[in-house]
């Protein structure tokens, strides 16, 4: 059993690490546990406002809270219905028919001409064309044929042929068939005799079949064109229309209205949930891939990453919450909060591809464009105003910004659909309002709450720890003012180093501040401390290198017991890096121990712009401290060779640091060292003289002394 457990601690442990350590592994776990939340929070079925069916009363009157347009599906169905019963039967015409008879009348023809021109007696002529096998004729038919007159016999023979081709002209169909016989008298020529006609008729009815077949598949063919030609029957609902009045017999179409406008519950759609399910998968693939690729700093950070999804599935599953069942809720709800606070808490570029996922999210569940648009525009707003989020009076303009934006979407779409609801309006407009307060107040909220939670440093938690009245602050003060007033230098070389190269002048200050803490521990070891004597003096160099070594150590401990951030934290063995102490190893050459690993700082070196800052002015300063003569030219002097020895020596090899920030950075300490230890021209006052003992004299302040 606990063989059992150790494999499955062993195997979480190296999934774990896959994830860390193989960017595929990490975006796939990401796209597959942010997805797989999604699609749960997309798949939530909000309570029904109503559950009417069709052919239900209606126990309560239901008014629509906005206006919507939508695609009845039963008015479509209808309409299409309409136009296939409209559709004729379609038939084929058989060619070869009209072949087939005339070919067959020519041979009945030819054999009546046989019998006609024999030498038989007229009775014999009768019985024998009463027994031709190419025609049955009746036995009037076969005496008017036998008596004919030859010229009436020539001229009937000469037309029949083109009389028959004429009644094939048109399709006859076999239900049409009796009515073509029944026609064919018509057909004759008015002057024939009616011996003529009576023969014609017999002979030519004889001949006239069905030349047109049902056609099944033209049938269908034309029925789908006749379905596809039926526009969908749009159906507007104005806000505030009454859509079921109570006691009312519920209609389809009445369940229609109500579905969209998001009051009733359609059932459980398992085809639809899959296709929610694989949506929720692609927005959360397609988030990862771009969190990877263009938010690097965000996605390395656990953290953020799981800032980002929970955001995500939360709003998503609130949306899922008021959009479908309340119309005007839709719009009251504060969807820029989310990215807002992400921009502070991740960044803008991690902060404004889960919005855009949320808006596809939002806009999958209402159907609609002007809701995808709604939640998406006034976020970049509130974006682009808040920027880092530094003051109180930025999530203020930035909740400003996000009414606006949101007020500018829903009138947009007002004039797009030519809406005449003012009450309506009026309404959205309250909510666009609404949105915007709630959008300022959930971020600023969010970024205070969430920063501490995630313990992900915000400005607010910055400026705190840059008060001089944190504890931590005040001790150092009070126990090392030496080391006190140093960070307070160092600070304002590394904020203005980090502005000029546009890192992060809070975090280089902040980080300047407790880079020294350690020191505390032991004051004395340290020079800008001591008041006396140098306890180094009297020490191995080893040891000394040790004791200075040990106030990083001590500044970690201080460090997690006053749960300084991150980027703070860095700085205080960052500060040094790997560099060399430089005194105590000379110290040490000049005694034979020329170990230089032994009188190395134990590291890391800075991984960050800041910490690389604060390296460079940290050096800088105790370096231009301890110089006889301070003018501008030692000044620059000792800059340009303490951060030489700094670049030499790999120490910011492993921060972003480019050579033309070093330069900037070389530049910006010169200008302000030069402010510092500038000259002051020598007033009389400021001397010290001694001055005579004066004669007691009554005190009797003058004028002058009275004005001071």
């Known amino acids: ?112 001409a046989r019998v006609r021109d ?64 029944s026609e064919v008298p018509k057909a004759l020529p008015a002057v024939w005799s009616d011996r003529q006609r009576r023969v014609a008729t017999e002979v030519l009815r004889s001949h006239l079949h069905a030349n047109a077949t049902f056609d099944q598949a033209a049938t269908a063919a034309a029925q789908a064109a006749a379905r596809a030609s039926i526009v969908p ?26 579905r969209a406008l998001g009051l ?73 909060a989310m990215a807002m606070m992400l921009t502070v808490l991740a960044g803008g570029r991690a902060a404004l591809a889960t919005q855009i996922a949320l808006a596809l999210n939002v806009g999958i569940m209402g159907g609609q464009v002007e809701l995808v648009a709604y939640v998406l525009v006034p976020a970049l707003l509130g974006m682009g105003i808040l920027r880092r989020g530094a003051t109180t009076r930025e999530f203020a303009m930035a909740s400003v910004a996000v009414a606006a934006g949101s007020a500018g979407v829903i009138v947009a779409f007002l004039l797009v659909e030519r809406t005449t609801d003012v009450l309506g309006a009026l309404q959205l407009g309250a909510a666009a309002v609404a949105s915007g307060i709630g959008a300022g107040i959930l971020s600023f909220g969010g970024v205070v709450l969430l920063g501490h939670l995630f313990r992900i440093t915000t400005v607010f938690e910055l400026r705190e720890l840059g008060d001089p009245n944190h504890p931590l602050l005040r001790q150092l003060l009070l126990r090392t003012p030496g080391t006190y007033h140093h960070s307070l230098l160092v600070a304002n070389l590394a904020e203005r180093a980090a502005e000029v190269i546009g890192a992060d002048p809070l975090v280089a200050r902040v980080g300047a501040y407790y880079h020294d803490i350690g020191k505390m521990r032991n004051p004395s070891a340290f020079i800008e401390n001591q008041t006396g004597t140098n306890p180094h003096d009297e020490l191995d160099p080893l040891v000394s290198a040790g004791i200075v070594t040990a106030h990083i150590r001590d500044g970690l401990a201080l460090a ?55 390296m460079l002015a940290d050096g800088t300063e105790a370096s231009v401290r301890s110089l006889d003569v301070k003018n501008a030219d030692t000044i620059r002097a000792m800059v340009e060779k303490i951060v030489a020895e700094r670049v030499a020596d790999g120490q910011l090899d492993e921060c972003d640091l480019t050579l033309r920030d070093v330069q900037r950075i070389k530049v910006a300490f010169c200008e302000l060292l030069a402010g510092v230890y500038h000259e002051r021209i020598p007033y009389l006052e400021d001397r010290i003289a001694v001055l005579r003992p004066a004669a007691r004299t009554p005190f009797l302040p003058d004028a002058d002394q009275r004005s001071r």
């Open 1 to 112: 059993m606990i063989a059992r457990r150790l494999e499955i601690v062993r195997q979480r442990e190296s999934l774990s690490a896959l994830i860390h350590t193989d960017e595929r592994w990490r975006i796939g776990a990401f796209a597959l546990v942010a997805g797989l939340f999604s699609a749960i929070a997309l798949l939530l079925t909000p309570p029904a406002v109503v559950t009417y069916g069709t052919g239900m009363v209606a126990d309560r009157q239901v008014k629509a809270a906005r206006s919507v347009v939508f695609i009845s599906e039963s008015l479509t169905a209808a309409e299409r219905e309409r136009a296939v019963t409209a559709v004729p039967r379609q038939y084929a015409r058989n060619s070869a028919a009209v072949a087939n008879e005339t070919v067959k009348l020519g041979s009945e023809i030819a054999a009546l």
């Open 118 to 181: 024999s030498s038989q007696a007229r009775d014999a002529k009768v019985a024998a064309l009463g027994r031709l096998p190419e025609i049955a004729l009746t036995q009037p038919t076969a005496v008017d044929v036998v008596e004919m007159p030859v010229a009436e016999w020539d001229v009937m023979v000469k037309d029949l042929e083109n009389l028959l081709r004429s009644m094939y002209a048109q399709d006859i169909r076999p239900e049409q068939v009796d009515l073509a016989r």
């Open 233 to 258: 029957v749009e159906v507007r609902v104005a806000s505030g229309e009454v859509i079921v009045r109570e006691g009312a017999v519920v209609t389809a179409q009445d369940v229609e209205k109500l």
């Open 264 to 336: 009733v519950n359609p059932g459980f759609d398992w085809r639809g949930a899959f296709g929610l399910v694989l949506w929720a998968l692609l927005c959360s693939g397609v988030l990862a891939l771009f969190f990877a690729r263009y938010a690097g700093d965000a996605w390395a950070d656990d953290r953020r990453v799981l800032l980002v999804g929970l955001s995500l599935v939360a709003a998503t599953a609130a949306a899922r919450i008021l959009v479908p069942g309340h119309a005007l809720a839709a719009y009251v709800a504060p969807y820029a």
């Open 560 to 614: 997690d017991r006053y749960n300084l951030p991150t980027e703070i934290r860095e700085m205080i063995p960052g500060h040094h890096g790997t560099s060399v102490m430089r005194y105590f190893f000379q110290v040490a050459q000049a005694r034979g121990q020329a170990e230089e690993s032994a009188f190395r700082h134990p590291g890391p070196k800075p991984r960050t712009r800041e910490a690389g800052i604060v």
